[in-house]
């Protein structure tokens, strides 16, 4: 994990894209591509965010060398992937900016922690060269129906590669228990 402190101007925008109920921002392309068009969606009061977003996907892109990304931006407002599993592409990164972070387990769910709001999280995926069925992490959207309208929603950023998979799946999740 990194990243826990945002500036308050990014703060602002992202509260601002979850009232607005802006949906889901999402790109797929090389990162010049993708700078160019969440610069252009996430203009004016919201270019902090913008320029959050492509900051990451920066890192990401130097992290991995993937030509192509994928970078979704989304307001969540109800139970989304509430089941722990593991990504089947090589590396994910998530961030979120308002509500509760993500849910992760070492051990098949028995201990459930949570990644800190703001807090950037790296995720391995089954199709990383490194990556064993020994000292995985599961991880999963935390449940907001739980929350008793105490949550309003959450802003999650979401960054992978969309190259194809070697072994010519397309790329999803892999639900555990």
């Known amino acids: 994990m990194f990243g826990c402190m945002l500036a308050p101007e990014v703060r602002r925008a992202a509260r601002l894209f979850l009232a ?8 797929r392309g090389s990162l010049a591509g993708i700078e160019h068009e969440v610069t252009h969606a996430l203009c004016g009061v919201m270019a902090p965010l913008a320029q959050d ?3 990451l996907a920066r890192r990401y892109n130097a992290i991995t060398g993937h030509e192509i990304l994928r970078v979704r931006l989304e307001r969540v ?12 592409l090589d ?9 509760p972070g993500v849910q992760w387990s070492d051990d098949d769910g028995a201990t459930v922690r949570q990644t800190p709001r703001e807090a950037v999280i790296l995720l391995k995926g089954t199709h990383d060269p490194q990556w064993a069925a ?5 991880h999963r959207s935390p449940p907001l129906s739980t929350s008793n309208g105490a949550v309003q929603g959450r802003v999650l950023l979401t960054i992978d590669g969309t190259d ?10 892999v639900a555990e228990g």
């Open 91 to 99: 590396l994910r990164l998530l961030r979120t900016y308002v509500g």
């Open 134 to 138: 020994t000292g995985r992490i599961l």
């Open 77 to 88: 407002v109800s139970d989304m992937c509430c089941r722990f599993h593991i990504d089947c």
């Open 53 to 55: 977003v492509i900051a």
């Open 20 to 27: 607005r109920r802006y949906g889901c921002v999402s790109y």
């Open 164 to 173: 194809p998979c070697p072994d010519g799946m397309s790329r999803g999740t």
